[in-house]
């Protein structure tokens, strides 16, 4: 299996579920900010969306949303139980964070990276910052909660829904969303960051 990420972006969170499972992997770093670098076109030839991750099978399949690739992964390492099993209401609950970091959590704060491509106006940027970070205090609000009494989003677990989640809300730190008010988010990150799986690849990566 083959992993195409950029180091800090959504796709880390899948090379950490990669390393988590045990399974024989590759991976590919993409530096977007370099156009000389080869796996930039690769990439865009790979994935019409120009988006990363893009994730390769050992048969040569492709997949290139984080909720598939999470998905796929976890049930390739049926043992190492990042997802509950199949059928299970444990499952459809894991699914629905997943889901949540995937469709709220990333949108939310993602959305800050993109204030000063609204407008050239202050003013409108401006706007946008203060209306896109109530958006992203909200689903944090929404995280904290469910993490409440927990080590991790299921419980006692690690799962995807957690190497997911601690990335984007890693990024807070980048659009200045301070953690100190939420702190079963701010106990979790660094539990989850001192795991070694998640330490290997923030290294691996340069992010630590």
């Known amino acids: 299996m083959k992993l195409y990420y950029s ?25 977007f900010d370099k156009t000389s670098d080869p796996n930039v076109t690769l990439v865009t030839k790979l994935n019409p969306l120009g988006t990363l991750p ?61 204030v000063t491509t609204v407008s050239e106006d202050k003013t409108v940027q401006g706007a946008y910052r203060k209306f896109a970070l109530g958006r992203a205090k909200g689903y944090l609000d929404y995280l904290e909660t469910k993490l409440t009494g927990k080590e991790f989003l299921m419980g006692k677990t690690f799962t995807v829904a957690d190497a997911y989640a601690f990335v984007v809300t890693g990024w807070t730190k980048w659009v ?19 795991r ?10 340069g992010l630590n």
Do not use: W
């Open 7 to 31: 180091a800090g972006s959504c796709s880390t969170s899948c090379h950490i579920t990669l390393e988590e499972s045990g399974l024989k992997y590759e991976t590919v770093a993409v530096d």
């Open 196 to 205: 070694p799986s998640v330490a290997k690849v923030l290294k691996e990566e």
């Open 176 to 194: 200045e969303i301070p953690l100190t008010p939420y702190k079963n988010i701010s106990s979790y990150m660094t539990r989850v960051a001192t």
């Open 54 to 114: 893009v994730f390769v099978t050992d048969d040569g399949k492709q997949l290139d949303q984080n909720l598939a690739i999470h998905t796929y992964i976890a049930d390739k390492a049926p043992t190492k139980n990042l997802l509950p099993p199949q059928g299970t209401f444990e499952r459809a609950e894991a699914m629905n964070l997943l889901s949540f970091v995937a469709t709220d959590l990333h949108k939310g704060i993602g959305a800050l990276f993109a």
